[in-house]
């Protein structure tokens, strides 16, 4: 069992660019999660899937960000035209059936927006 | 809404103190309770948790208690160690059952 696993570590870009990270959890984990997280804040909740099905999305998140997870394995979190305030860094979560809350994070994908 | 409140950090006490971390929470129903701990450069872990009133949770050394009559889930831990220095965050799990909901996290430095 290696965890859960995320690249890039740290992406640096320009405003307008797109990016894609991905995670691949804990391999017999069928829940995995998004979240953003700013430097002196708690992680704030982007999306949550069950397999591959997306089960719920954060309505404080804009149309630019887009999350799929395929084959109910790794998944992608995708964010189009960037903005500076998109700056963060972003973290992936996976958990085992039944483990409600029981969250096993990655080390996070570090987005920096120039 | 539900929400999680934590004692703003940072937190600065000496190796072999005594440590409280306050964590008071508003909800509806009975929430789960989780305190989880992100050391400099790792990913965030589960430290401990409690699913219901009167319950404590325990982990290496640290303990909080579900206090139902004071919506509270104080982290304590009887004697600190450098390598306790982290920032922690105190987290409940309401009726939607998959979507935490985080305190703001306390950093907490010990010095030797």
């Known amino acids: 069992d290696t965890g859960v696993s995320q690249n890039p570590r740290h992406k640096i870009t320009k405003r307008g660019q797109n990016v894609t990270f991905r995670c691949d959890p804990i391999s017999e984990h069928n829940r995995l999660y998004w979240y953003r997280q700013t430097l002196g804040q708690g992680p704030e909740f982007l999306t949550y899937f069950q397999n591959e099905a997306q089960l719920e999305k954060s309505r404080l998140l804009s149309d630019r960000f887009s999350a799929e997870r395929p084959k109910g394995s790794f998944s992608t979190l995708e964010i189009q035209r960037t903005e500076q305030g998109d700056s963060a860094m972003y973290l992936c979560a996976s958990s085992a059936p039944g483990g409600h809350g029981e969250l096993f994070f990655g080390e996070g994908s570090r987005l920096t927006v120039l | 809404g539900d929400s999680v409140t934590q004692m703003e950090g940072p937190v600065t006490l000496s190796e072999e103190a005594f440590l409280t971390i306050n964590c008071t929470y508003t909800a509806t129903g009975y929430p789960s309770l989780f305190w989880y701990v992100q050391y400099p450069g790792e990913g965030l872990q589960l430290l401990l948790k409690?699913?219901?009133a009167d319950d404590k949770g325990s982990n290496k050394g640290f303990e909080a208690t579900y206090r139902k009559e004071t919506t509270s889930f104080h982290l304590e831990k009887g004697s600190v160690q450098v390598s306790d220095s982290a920032v922690y965050f105190c987290a409940l799990l309401g009726g939607s059952n998959y979507q935490l909901i985080w305190g703001a996290g306390t950093k907490l430095i010990i010095k030797p």
């Open positions: 409690a699913t219901k």
